[in-house]
C-alpha cells in the first residue's frame, strides 16, 4: 500500500482528499501544518507528498526545499490556489514534480497521483547504487545491500552517505556536509560527524572516504 503525506490546511478539503485517496487504496496520513508536516516527513517514509502552500508554519514551498536539501526522494504535488507564473516557477524550484490547482476535480488528483508513485516506483526500483562489485545502495529504502545481505543505516548516516555519492571524487568541505546533515534548529556538531564518518568507514571501507586536512572529505566508489 503506498503510503502518501497530505498537508492541507482546510479542514474539510483534507477530510475530503483523505477519504478520496484511501477509498483508492491509499495510506493517508493528514496533517494541518508545516510543522507537523516537517515532523511526520522525518518519521516515516513516503511514496508521496501532497502539500498545500500557504499553511501555518512553515509554508509548502519552504517544506520541500528543505525536504529535498535532506534527500527526501518521494515525489510532490503542490496542491493550491495560487496560480501565476512566478508562483508555479517557485514551486517547481523547490522541488515539486506535479502542481494542482484548486478548485480540482478529485479524479483528476488521483490520476496526477498514480502517475507519479508508478514513475517513482519504476525509477527507484532500479536505483541501486554500486559502490564496489559487493556492495550497492539501495536509494529508496535506504539500505547498504552487502554480498546479497541488507545492512540498515540511520539517518545522518544514510544523508551522507548520498550526500558523498552524489559528489563523487570532490572535497566536501566541512561546511556544506554541516548545513546538509543538521536542520536549522539543530547545533551542528564536529564529534557526530567524526562518529558518522567512522560507522560509514567501518561499513564500506576505509579508503572509500578520505579525510582531506582542514577542508574535509572525498568519497570514492571502486572503479
Known sequence: MSKILLLEDDANLNETVTEFLEGKGYDVV????????QEKLYESKYDLLLLDVNTPGINGFDL????????????AIFITSLDSVDDLEKGFDSGCDDYIRKPFVLK??????ETLIKRAFYHESKELIEISKDIAYDIRNNELIIDGETVSLGHKESMLLKLFMKNEDEVIVHERIYKHLW??????????LRTYIKNLRKIIGK??????KKQGYKFTAEK
Do not use: C, M, N, Q
Not at 30 to 37: K, Q, R, T
Not at 64 to 75: C, F, I, N, Y
Not at 108 to 113: A, D
Open 30 to 37: 493528514s496533517v494541518y501544518d508545516g510543522y507537523e508536516a
Open 64 to 75: 520541500l526545499k528543505e525536504a529535498r536539501g535532506a534527500d527526501v526522494v518521494a515525489p
Open 108 to 113: 483528476e488528483l488521483h490520476i496526477r497521483v
Open 183 to 192: 536542520d536549522f534548529d539543530e547545533e551542528p556538531s564536529d564529534t557526530a
Open 207 to 212: 579508503e572509500r572516504i578520505v579525510s582531506i
